[in-house]
C-alpha cells in the first residue's frame, strides 16, 4: 500500500494540544475548505510549491529539469505544472529559495525518531505528538498510522489527533486505543452550508463525533469561524443543541478565527483562491460566541488554538 | 487540519515607544521614581580625583613603604579625602566619584592618552564628559608620571613579537591590559562580620606568622598590614558618612527627610567598622564594601552582593518581626541599590577593548533563587522582592537574573517568566544543578559549589571563595581561516600560524582537521604563555588587599587576591564563534568531501570574492548544507569535535596562582569584533560581518524552532566549562497568555534537565527593532538583551543593532501560521 506522504513536521508546536508538541502534518484531504490555509496539504501526491517572488529567472532549474518542465522566456520563468513530476532535483540548485516539495516519505522508525528528538520537551510540558494533516485519519495506509500511534504510546507519549471527522469509524477504532485526545473540526452544522464550503456532507462527521464522544474519547472541539461563511448564530445554537442532545461535552471548544495568511500558497500551487467570499471576524464577534457557549453551559472556551 | 488560526494577544509587551516614555516615571515610591530619573537623566563623565589623590601618595610614598601597603594607603587617603555625595532622597549613602555617573580613572593600569581623552568626549555612542581641567590634569600631571609605569605598559612589553601579532590580527583579546583580575563575587562574609573584625582577624594573622620556618613570612606580613589599612580605609568612609549625614541632619527642615538622614547616620556608626543588625544596614554594607573593591582597582564585572536574597533573609525576617520593617519599605531599600548600580558606569576602556565592548554596563550581576548551602531550595521572600524590584526599575545595570534548580518552585520560575516575557532581556536564567556540576568537577567542596553564582555575564564561581580570572576571548572561526591559507592571515596580509598546508592539497577532511587543530593549538598556546607573564605581572605589581579581605582565605594564607590567596583560583580563556566554527567545517565536509558538489579551490576562490560572482556555491553554503542548531547530528558532532579539543587543550593547564585554566563559552559583544577581523568563511558568512554569538547558532542557521536549537546546544557538555551563552529570540505571539509563560517555563526546565548552564530571551518583534533603529529618539528606554548583559538598543552600533535583528526569531504555531 501506498507509503502516507508527511509534509511538515513542526517542533515546539504550541497551539496544537496541551504543551509543546511536534506536530506531523500527513498530506492529503478529501474536503476542500474554502479557507484552508494549506492548500498544499490537500492533495495526496507530492507537488511542487513555487515562490514566484523569489525567483530572479537565473535558469539553473531549466538545467536541472530531467522533464522540461521550466523554461526562461522574455527574462521570466514558465513554469509547465503538468511536466513536473515533483521529483527535486531542482530544489539544491535554486539560488532564491524559491522551490519547494511539498510530500516526503518517511518509515515508522523515521517518523519515531523525529518524534522522540523532542522527547525531555514533552516532559517538561505535558506535550506530545499530534497528527494533523490534510486528513491523517483518511490516509491509504492506515496500518500506518495505527502502527506509529502504537509506538508512540510505547515510548510514554501522549498522542493527539487533529481531524476533521471524514473518515470511516473503523480508522477511528484502529487508534483510540492509543489516543489521548482527539482534535475535532466542526465546520458548520448545517448540511448544505457544509458542502458549500468544504465540498462534502457532514452527516458522517457528525455521526463519528457521536461515537467517539459515546466510546470515551477526549475530545477539542474545534470551530473554525469565517465571517460571510459559517458563522450565522443560528447555526451556532444548533451545533450547541446538537452537543447537549448528543451528551458530547468536549474538554475543551477552541473558536479558530479566520485569516487569509495561507493566500499566497494558492499562487505557488496554481489554484484559485476565493478571497472575495470569506472575511476575518471582528474580535467582538469572536468574544460573543464565547460568550453564547459560557450561557449555555459550555466551560474552556478558547478564542485560538 | 487546516484551520484557521487566532489572534494573539500580546498586549504584554511593552516595548512600544509610548510605553517606553513611562519608563522615566519607574519605581515603587515617588522618592525612587526622583532617584532614578536623576540616575538616568545625568550624563556620564570621567572623574579625576581618584588619579590625583593616587598620584600624590605614589609620588610620596613609592620605593619607600611595600608595594601592597602602598596600594593600601591609596584607598585609605582616596577614601579620607574624596568628595562625599549625599542626595536628597538618598537612604543608601556613597558614591565611586564625586556626584552619580561619575567613572573614576585608574592610570596604574592603563594611562589614558590625551587622545583617548578626546575620543571619549567627542564619541556619538557611550561616550563620557571630560572638561578642561581634566584635561589639564591628565597632561601635566597624570600622563608624566603614569605613562611608563601603568601596568599595561609593563605587560605589552613583556609580550613576545608573535603575541603582538595574533593580538593585532584579532587572534583573541587581553583582559587585562585595561582592567584588574576580577569577574568575581562577594560570599556572605560581610553580612555576619564588620571591617574591625576583619581587621582583628587580620592582626592575629600576623601575630601567627613563622618567621623561623616560612621563608615567604616577609612578604604576607606585609599583604596583611596592607588588608589591616584598607579595613582602616573603609571604616573611614563610613565614619565620614556619619558625620555628614548628622550635619546635614542637623540643618534639615523637612522633620521626614531629618529622621531619615539620622538613621543613615546611625547606620554608618555600624557599618561597616560593625556587622550589620537591620536589613537596611546589610544593604548599606554591601554597598561601603562595593566600592571598596571597585576603587581599589578596576576589577573586571565590578564586584556583586553575592547571593542576595540568601544574605538579607535573617534581616528581613528579623525587621519585619520586629515591625520595623515592612514589603513596601523592603523594596524601596533594594530599589535604592539598584539607582546605586545604576550610578556607576563602567570604567572607560581604551583601544582594542573599547571596540570590542561598547557600553557603560559594568556587569554587577545580581542572582536570586538557587539552592542553599545545605542543598534545599533557596527561594524566600526577598527572592520576590527582588524580581518586584527587577521589573519595577527596568535596569540594564545591575544585570539580574535568577537561578533555578530542580527544587525550584513552579511560582518563582514563571513568575521570572513573566517579567522575561516583557522583552527588555532580564531576567537570564541559570541552571544551580548544572553550576554545581561544573564547581565540583573543578574541585570544590558541595557547599562552596551551593554558594555559587552567576557573575559578569555567565562565568560561574564560588562565590566569596574563588578567584575565577578570564584572560581573553579567542577567535576559533579565525583559527579555521589560518589552516585554510597555510597559517597566513588573508585580511591582514601576514604570516600569523605555522605553515600547515594550502587548503587545495588536503585530500580528505580529516587533513583540513589536523591543519586546523595545529592552527588552534598553536593560538592557544602563544595566548597562554602572555597569561601567564600578565599573572605575574599583577600578582607583583598589583596586588588587591581589599578584595582579598572579602575573599576566603587570603587572610589565613597571608596571600593576596591576584597572587593565589583565595580557596580555589582558576583562568579562564573563552572561546567565540562556535556556530560558525560548525557550520564552516560542515560546509566544508559535506560539500566538498562527503557530496563534491565543488573543490576546494572553488571554495577559497569564492572566499577570496566574498562570494561574488559564486552565487551557486554560496547558496549551498548557506542555504543546502547541514547546519549547528537544527538537532541534526551531521553538523551538531562537529561542534562537539571542536568544542572537546578547544576544551581538552586547555583544561588542566596550570596558571601561576596554584589553580588551572578552564574554557568558557561566551563572546560579551566580541563576536563583532572577531567577524570584522576575517574574510569570507566557507559557511557563506561575509566578510566582516559578525560570526555566532556565545553557543547560539549562527544567524539565520536554525530554522527547526526552539527545541531544536536547545537540543543542539545541549550536546556540547556544559559541564565541563565555566559558564555558556545562549540566547533565544522570540516574538511576543509565541509566548502569549498563560500557555505561553507555561511553554516558556517548560522550555528552560527542558534545557536545564539537559544540563544547559543559562539561557535569556530577547521577546521583541523584528519590526520594532527595525523601528527602533530609525528613530532611536522614540525608543530611548529600549533595552535588549545583547549577550551575557543588556542594554539600551540606542548605545549599541549599527552593526550590533543589526546582528540582534538577524538572530534568528522563535515564532511557532501549530500548523506555522498562528
Known amino acids: 500500500m501506498e507509503t502516507p506522504l508527511v509534509f511538515n513536521i513542526q517542533k515546539y508546536s504550541i497551539h496544537d494540544g496541551d504543551g509543546i508538541r511536534t506536530t506531523i502534518f500527513f498530506k492529503g484531504c478529501p474536503l476542500r475548505c474554502q479557507w484552508c490555509h494549506n492548500p498544499e496539504s490537500q492533495r495526496f501526491e507530492k507537488e511542487l510549491i513555487l515562490h514566484r517572488h523569489k525567483c530572479t529567472a537565473c535558469g539553473m532549474c531549466v538545467k536541472k529539469c530531467p522533464n522540461g518542465a521550466n523554461e526562461i522566456a522574455d527574462g521570466k520563468l514558465v513554469f509547465h ?147 460571510g461563511k459559517n458563522d450565522e448564530t443560528e447555526h451556532i445554537v444548533q451545533l450547541m443543541d446538537f452537543l447537549r442532545e448528543n451528551h458530547i461535552e468536549p474538554f475543551r471548544i477552541n473558536l479558530l478565527p479566520y485569516h487569509d495568511i495561507g493566500k499566497g500558497k494558492y499562487a505557488g500551487l496554481d489554484r484559485p483562491y476565493d478571497e472575495e467570499s470569506m472575511r476575518v471576524p471582528p474580535k467582538e464577534r469572536m468574544e460573543e460566541l464565547k460568550t453564547m457557549f459560557e450561557a449555555h453551559g459550555f466551560h474552556n472556551i478558547k478564542i485560538g488554538g | 487540519m487546516a484551520n484557521a488560526a487566532n489572534q494573539q494577544d500580546t498586549s504584554f509587551n511593552v516595548n512600544t515607544p509610548e510605553r517606553l516614555l513611562k519608563d522615566n516615571e519607574r519605581g515603587c515610591t515617588e522618592r525612587i521614581k526622583r532617584l532614578r530619573r536623576i540616575s538616568h537623566a545625568t550624563q556620564p563623565h570621567i572623574d579625576m580625583e581618584r588619579a590625583k589623590i593616587e598620584t600624590e601618595v605614589y609620588k610620596q610614598y613609592e620605593g619607600s613603604v611595600s608595594i601592597p601597603v602602598l596600594r593600601a594607603m591609596v584607598l585609605k587617603e582616596y577614601f579620607s579625602k574624596k568628595t562625599l555625595y549625599l ?79 595574533c593580538y593585532e590580527v584579532g587572534m583573541f583579546t587581553e583582559f587585562m591590559e585595561q582592567r584588574g583580575p576580577g569577574h568575581t563575587a562577594g560570599g556572605k562574609n560581610f553580612y555576619i562580620k564588620g571591617y574591625l573584625d ?38 573611614i568612609l563610613g565614619q565620614r558618612y556619619h558625620d555628614l549625614a548628622l550635619e546635614m541632619a542637623a540643618k534639615c527642615e523637612d522633620p521626614q527627610r531629618k529622621a531619615e538622614l539620622e538613621q543613615i547616620a546611625a547606620n554608618c556608626a555600624v557599618v561597616p567598622a560593625h556587622k550589620p ?207 585554510l591559507y597555510d597559517g597566513y592571515d588573508p585580511m591582514f596580509k601576514k604570516q600569523i600560524g605555522p605553515h600547515t598546508g594550502k587548503a587545495e592539497d588536503f585530500k580528505s577532511y580529516d587533513e583540513l582537521w589536523t591543519a586546523f587543530k595545529t592552527q588552534l593549538e598553536h593560538i592557544i598556546d602563544v595566548k597562554m604563555r602572555g597569561n601567564l607573564v600578565i599573572e605575574k605581572i599583577y600578582a607583583e605589581m598589583m596586588p588587591a588587599p581589599f578584595l582579598s579581605i572579602c575573599t576566603d582565605d587570603c587572610i589565613k594564607k597571608g596571600k593576596d587576591y591576584n597572587a593565589g590567596g583565595a580557596r580555589y583560583n582558576t583562568s579562564y580563556i573563552q572561546g567565540v564563534g562556535i556556530g560558525t566554527i560548525s557550520d564552516c567545517l560542515s560546509a566544508i565536509k559535506y560539500n566538498v568531501f562527503d557530496e563534491k558538489k565543488f573543490t576546494m579551490a572553488e571554495l577559497i576562490a569564492a572566499m577570496n570574492d566574498d562570494f561574488k560572482g559564486h552565487e551557486i556555491i554560496h547558496n549551498l553554503v548557506k542555504n543546502k548544507t547541514p ?91 556544559h559541564c565541563s566549562t565555566g559558564g555558556t551563552l545562549l540566547n533565544q ?36 518583534d523584528r519590526e520594532t527593532l527595525i523601528d527602533a533603529q530609525k528613530r532611536p529618539d522614540e525608543y530611548k528606554e529600549l533595552i535588549v538583551r545583547v549577550a551575557g548583559y543588556s542594554d539600551y538598543f540606542r ?6 543593532q543589526g546582528e540582534i535583528i538577524e538572530r534568528t526569531e522563535q515564532s511557532f504555531g501549530g500548523c506555522g501560521c498562528c
Open chain 2, 795 to 800: 548605545n549599541l552600533d549599527s552593526k550590533l
Open chain 2, 198 to 235: 576583619y581587621k582583628a582577624e587580620i592582626e592575629e594573622a600576623i601575630q601567627n606568622l613563622d618567621y623561623f620556618n616560612d621563608p615567604d613570612a616577609y612578604d604576607k606580613e606585609q599583604e596583611l598590614r596592607a588588608m589591616a589599612i584598607d579595613c582602616d580605609a573603609v571604616c
Open chain 2, 627 to 717: 547546519k549547528y542548531g537544527n538537532d541534526d547530528d551531521y553538523a551538531d558532532s562537529i561542534m562537539q569535535t571542536v568544542f572537546n579539543e578547544y576544551k581538552d587543550y586547555i583544561t588542566g593547564r596550570p596558571n601561576i596562582r596554584g589553580g588551572q585554566y578552564h574554557v568558557d563559552m561566551l563572546p560579551t559583544t566580541c563576536h563583532v569584533y572577531f567577524g570584522d577581523v576575517m574574510i569570507a568563511s566557507p559557511n557563506g558568512r561575509l566578510a566582516h560581518m559578525p560570526l555566532s554569538e556565545g553557543i547560539s547558532p549562527e544567524k539565520g542557521a536554525d530554522i527547526n524552532g526552539p527545541t531544536a536549537v536547545i537540543k543542539s546546544c545541549s550536546k556540547m557538555d
Open chain 2, 277 to 483: 543588625e537591620t536589613y537596611w544596614q546589610a544593604l548599606q554594607m554591601y554597598w561601603f564594601t562595593h566600592l571598596g573593591v571597585t576603587l581599589e582597582l578596576n576589577p573586571w564585572d565590578a564586584f556583586t552582593p553575592g547571593r542576595l536574597d540568601q544574605h538579607l533573609i535573617p534581616f528581613y525576617e528579623k525587621d519585619i518581626a520586629a515591625g520595623t520593617l515592612d514589603d513596601t519599605r523592603a523594596l524601596e531599600l533594594l530599589e535604592c541599590l539598584w539607582v546605586k548600580l545604576f550610578n556607576s558606569p563602567a570604567p572607560v576602556k581604551v583601544g582594542v577593548t573599547l571596540k570590542e565592548s561598547g557600553t557603560y554596563v559594568d556587569f554587577a550581576n545580581i542572582n536570586s533563587g538557587g539552592l542553599k548551602e545545605d542543598g534545599s531550595d533557596g527561594v524566600n521572600a526577598v527572592s520576590y522582592l527582588i524580581l518586584d524590584c527587577m521589573e519595577d526599575m527596568r535596569q540594564n545595570q545591575p544585570n539580574s537574573n535568577v537561578q533555578i534548580s530542580k527544587k525550584t518552585p513552579e511560582k518563582f520560575l514563571r513568575r521570572a517568566c513573566e517579567i522575561a516575557r516583557q522583552g527588555w532581556g532580564q531576567p537570564a536564567f541559570y541552571n544551580t544543578d548544572e553550576l554545581i556540576q561544573e564547581l565540583l568537577l573543578a574541585g570544590k567542596s558541595i557547599v562552596d559549589a551551593r554558594n555559587s553564582g552567576c557573575s559578569g555575564c555567565v562565568e560561574t564561581g564560588a562565590w566569596g571563595t574563588e578567584a575565577y580570572i578570564l584572560t581573553g576571548y579567542l577567535n576559533i572561526p579565525k583559527c579555521l581561516e589560518l589552516a
Open chain 2, 729 to 764: 529570540k522570540f516574538t511576543p505571539s509565541a509566548l502569549a497568555g498563560e500557555e505561553g509563560i507555561a511553554n516558556l517555563a517548560a522550555l528552560i526546565r527542558s534545557y536545564f534537565a539537559m544540563d544547559g548552564h543559562h539561557v535569556q530571551f530577547n521577546v521583541i
Open chain 2, 87 to 165: 542626595g536628597d532622597d538618598e537612604l543608601i549613602v556613597g558614591e565611586k566619584g564625586k556626584d552619580p555617573q561619575c567613572s573614576p580613572t585608574f592610570p596604574e593600569l592603563c594611562c589614558h592618552t590625551i587622545e583617548d581623552m578626546h575620543i571619549m568626549n567627542d564619541r556619538k555612542l557611550v561616550n563620557f564628559t571630560v572638561t578642561q581641567e581634566d584635561l589639564e590634569l591628565q597632561e601635566k600631571v597624570i600622563i608624566p608620571y603614569w605613562k611608563d609605569r601603568a601596568v599595561r605598559e609593563h605587560l605589552l612589553k613583556a609580550m613576545t613579537q608573535e603575541w603582538r601579532d
Open chain 1, 81 to 227: 505544472r503538468d511536466r513536473c513530476t515533483a521529483c527535486g532535483r531542482c530544489i539544491d540548485w535554486c539560488m532564491t529559495e524559491t522551490r519547494e516539495i511539498a510530500g516526503k516519505e518517511y518509515t515508522v522508525d523515521e517518523l519515531l525518531k523525529e518524534a522522540k528528538k523532542d522527547l525531555p520537551f514533552y516532559e517538561q510540558s505535558g506535550g506530545g505528538v499530534t497528527l494533523s494533516g490534510g486528513e491523517v485519519m483518511a490516509v491509504h495506509d492506515m496500518d500506518f498510522v495505527a502502527e506509529l500511534c502504537r509506538r508512540l504510546k510505547r515510548e510514554g507519549i501522549s498522542v493527539f489527533i487533529d481531524t476533521s471527522g471524514f473518515a470511516p469509524y473503523e480508522h477511528f477504532e484502529r487508534v483510540l486505543p492509543y489516543v489521548d485526545a482527539f482534535l475535532y473540526d466542526i465546520k458548520s452544522i448545517d448540511p448544505d452550508e457544509h458542502r458549500a464550503d468544504v465540498g462534502v456532507d457532514n452527516t458522517l462527521i457528525l455521526a463519528n463525533l457521536i461515537r467517539l464522544a459515546r466510546d470515551g474519547a477526549k475530545l477539542y472541539l474545534r470551530l473554525p469561524i469565517v465571517e
